[in-house]
């Protein structure tokens, strides 16, 4: 026997063996990845690329510069080959001009298809991405654009969001025009500012959520664009002012004048009409606070990632007066809001269209008639009296519906109050309506489905558990279910359909919370904050309560404030280092012409 047919019966003798070691172990299937594969593919075959093995098509450059390849490879790597192979002549041919790109360019981009590797860099960044756009390579044009958008500042951004446009990057160029907004007084300094169109620069000053804090910032940026080359530019200056908002400017006469006195304006028949329309609204409004604006000129701008903000309400161990500052609570920003001459720590606070933000009755802890009303949208916002209540309350709740606002009850514990008032924006005066069924002071009020309601408070020498809804188109107050435990000083809020009763006292100090959903008309229990609070501050925004200041205990005003999220069922707590302040309310408003971040 041959050596050769020993080995053979060996082999078989082997398989056979093995054959039955497996079907005893019954071994099941499996399946391999070699994870090195496509790279171990494509290195060499970048290998015969530039050894020229194999290779198939030749494309040449308008510069007589060769690149070669694999016709195979470029069609399943960029739809731009593959209708190039398959559709057309060339896929007939071995050598193609190819006169839409740089040959350099050509080189780094068939280099990526057989790599999977592309270096971007300021200096061919340019022409990458266009040549990337017309080989449709998907990859290479986002690296383009993420090189770009590390790249943008106020220097830049505007050539960068032109060439973003013009090549269909609708991210990068989403990310320019946000940067152009919000770092729109360093942008306008920019020689790019200065080359922009006409029609580009009415596109930037007529967004709505353009960051100035002053808008005579505007005209001023128009004026310095028109003057940098007058004889050409001069005829724009109509189409542009029509979006610079004067009317704002015109409560400041002092920025109006040195913009009346502006020549290009008074030599303008048409500029002088927008100058007339600012003064007649500024009239208009000195008499009318709630005028409702009738062009887009006369609205503030809305700028930021927020556009809300809380006016908080402080008041001070030494001082007489309270203290107000805004506060955005994505930011974590705090700024000077304007002062009161009074202490309204009792008052009610109320605010309509997030704009006219109202304090009500409550002066120095005493029952007041009086109200003051700040509009926060005015370039100088200050404090203005407004019409007397019909009646002095304090510790009153407040609550707004369709432009009118509802001061519910009041008074102290051992004389509380169920008389009920509105005050119609439209004719700027207070009447009664109907009265509730219980005497509160100290409650709380909601505004849930159009109705007002009124959560418990103090009467009758106790605290009470007991809800009532008013409904205006009725002017009628109907009971509805029972908090579980009795609250005077309780905190009210609504947010997503639901209404908060939180904290409060009945005879200790509370920091529990319980929700009333109107679909079954039952109040349940969530969860309990960090600290008790009495007669806090509530607020909603963006989906998240926050629970200001307020007593947690019998002497202990807080600064601080707890964000409640429904979502997760769970409090955190924020805290404000100010010696002898304590907060003790809040509202949102639109954020103010002069907050900036």
């Not at 107050?477 to 209404?499: F, I, K, Y």
Request: hydrophobic residues 40%; proline residues 4%.
């Amino acid at each position: 026997m041959s050596v050769k047919e020993m080995d053979t019966i060996k082999a078989s003798s082997c398989e056979n063996n093995l054959k039955q070691v497996l079907k005893s172990n019954e071994c099941e299937p499996t399946h391999f990845r070699n994870s090195f594969h496509s790279d171990r593919i494509l290195e060499d075959l970048q290998s015969l690329r530039k050894n020229e093995v194999l290779c198939d098509i030749r494309f040449e450059t308008d510069d007589g510069c060769t690149t070669f390849g694999h016709k195979i490879v470029l069609m399943a790597a960029s739809p731009y080959f593959s209708a190039m192979f398959s559709n057309f002549d060339e896929r007939n041919e071995d050598l193609v001009n190819i006169r839409e790109l740089d040959s350099t360019i050509l080189q780094v981009l068939v280099d990526y298809i057989y790599t999977g590797e592309i270096m971007v860099t300021k200096e061919n960044v340019q022409v990458l991405l266009p040549a990337a756009n017309v080989l449709q390579l998907e990859y290479v044009i986002n690296a383009c654009a993420e090189f770009l958008q590390k790249q943008l500042d106020a220097s830049n951004c505007i050539g960068i969001r032109a060439f973003a446009d013009l090549h269909n990057c609708t991210e990068l160029l989403a990310s320019s025009e946000t940067l152009i907004k919000k770092q729109f007084l360093e942008v306008v300094k920019s020689d790019e500012f200065l080359s922009l169109s006409s029609e580009d620069v009415v596109k930037i000053i007529s967004c709505n959520d353009l960051a100035v804090p002053y808008e005579e910032k505007v005209f001023e940026s128009v004026i310095k664009w028109v003057k940098k080359d007058l004889d050409q530019r001069k005829d724009f200056l109509t189409e542009l002012m029509e979006h610079v908002r004067l009317p704002i400017i015109a409560s400041r006469p002092d920025i109006l004048l040195n913009i009346v006195n502006e020549p290009l304006l008074k030599n303008n028949p048409k500029c002088k009409d927008f100058v007339i329309e600012a003064y007649h609204f500024n009239l208009q409004k000195s008499v009318q606070y709630f005028t409702i604006p009738q062009t887009i000129r006369c609205k503030p701008r809305q700028f930021g990632d927020s556009h809300k903000v809380i006016l908080m309400f402080n008041r001070s161990d030494t001082s007489p007066k309270c203290y107000t500052e805004w506060y955005d609570p994505v930011t974590k920003l705090r700024e000077k809001a304007p002062g009161m001459n009074d202490c309204r720590h009792t008052a009610g606070l109320g605010v309509i269209r997030d704009q006219f933000v109202f304090a009500i009755g409550g002066v120095n802890f005493l029952c007041s008639q009086s109200v003051t009303m700040l509009d926060v949208s005015s370039q100088s916002p200050s404090w203005v009296p407004m019409a007397d209540m019909v009646v002095k309350r304090e510790r009153l709740g407040i609550g707004v519906l369709d432009d009118c606002i509802y001061a519910v009850g009041g008074g102290d514990p051992k004389h509380p109050l169920n008389s009920v008032e509105v005050f119609d924006v439209s004719i700027q005066k207070w009447r009664l309506v109907a009265s509730m069924s219980t005497e509160r002071c100290d409650l709380g009020v909601g505004v849930l489905n159009h109705r007002l309601y009124a959560v418990g408070g103090a009467g009758n020498g106790k605290s009470l558990k007991s809800v009532e809804y008013y409904d205006p188109t009725l002017d009628t107050w109907t009971p509805v279910a029972e908090m579980s435990t009795n609250r005077q000083g309780v905190g009210v809020g609504v947010l997503d359909g639901l209404m908060y009763a939180i904290g409060g006292y009945n005879g200790k100090y509370l920091k529990s919370v319980e929700v009333y959903r109107p679909s079954d008309g039952v109040w349940s229990s969530v969860a309990d904050m960090e600290i008790c609070r009495y007669r806090p501050g509530v607020v909603a925004l963006d989906g998240l309560l926050y629970v200001m200041g307020g007593i947690s205990d019998g002497s202990t005003f807080s600064d601080t404030v707890e964000i409640y999220n429904p979502k997760t069922n769970t409090w955190t707590m924020e805290r404000f280092s100010r010696s002898g302040v304590h907060i003790y309310g809040g509202v949102v408003v639109d954020r103010p012409p002069n907050f900036i971040d």
